[in-house]
């Protein structure tokens, strides 16, 4: 049977798809293979150093992998056009948003939009229930 695909979406650095890639393959190991997909090449050479499987760099990986995974994962930021300042195009952020995969995001951003409803945290934290919900669709 193959492997359920995980797309991690980052940008800029790719710190905090680092930190995601890098709890997934603590908690699940090779259950998942696990695509890093960045919108520029130091953010997926970041990621694939933290364990990602593959790597993938632009708007047209992105588009492609998005529309092909089981779940994508990142910040809010990866639905948002234009942003980590400018890096996150109109098609990128169209091809997450459309996708038939499910979406995991971690409420944080450093663009103007303030989530209400939720409690802030520190991003650990934020993974640690980001990866916490995976299990919980892994379940049904």
Known sequence: MNRKIIAVVDGQGGGIGSLIIKEIKKSFGE??????LGTNAIATMAMLSSGANKGATGESAISYVTSNCDYIVGSISILLT???LGELTEK???SIALSKAKKILVPISQEKIEIVGLKREPLPHLVR???EKIKDMEEK
């Open 92 to 94: 990128m952020a169209t």
């Open 31 to 36: 259950s998942f293979e696990i695509i890093a």
């Open 129 to 131: 229930e980001l990866i």
């Open 82 to 84: 234009n942003s980590m």
